[in-house]
């Protein structure tokens, strides 16, 4: 069974991704808000709780719910009900609420840190952008490019850094930006990470 979109005269689908955890700025409001009945909105709890558990939810008109109650479970994949009713309680308490302010605190500083590490080590060096929500930034050398190989030299030394286009269908063979995520890590690990990449791009220049 395939939902039909066109034949229901809904046009988008907005994945609700780092919008939980905003740093810089306003909250950006969702556009299924805008225009509930074009609209179909899906977010996930990975990063608000934890990837294992393995729930998202589906923000749609009524009307739709039959049919994507019925392709869903075509699709022959369940999660855990133990799970879902935990975690709706979660939120009918408003300790998810609660929950959220702790870890955008929890999550600012971290950013913070990781932010004045880079500036410290590599100073006018690099160009820091997409820090505004999430957690994670990208980061730009002005001088220094990597390679696979560096990038698994990196990961030789317990380092993992992703190139920006790791995430594309755009592979160069080199780049000058990479992805740095600060979710499940600490500060103290954040700063040996960058020391030990300050130490490989210094050993290389």
Known sequence: ?????????????????????????MPVSSIQLLDPEHVVHIGTFS??????????YVVMP????????????????????????AMMNFINSSDYDKHLLKMNKVYRNKRKFLIDCLQLLFREEIAIS???????LVVEFKNYWFTGNKLEKLQEKGVCMYSLYDFSPVQPEKTNKLLLGYGNIQNDEIKKGLEILHDMISQTL
């Open 1 to 25: 069974m395939k939902l039909n979109f066109h034949t229901c005269s809904y046009q988008f689908i907005e994945n609700d991704y780092n919008s939980d955890f905003r740093f810089k700025g």
């Open 47 to 56: 990063e608000t709780m934890y990837p294992s558990l393995r729930l998202c």
């Open 62 to 85: 009524k009307e739709l719910v039959s049919d994507f109650d019925t392709y869903f479970k075509s699709l022959h994949h369940e999660t855990s009900s133990i799970s879902q009713l």
């Open 130 to 136: 997409g820090d505004a929500a999430g957690l994670y």
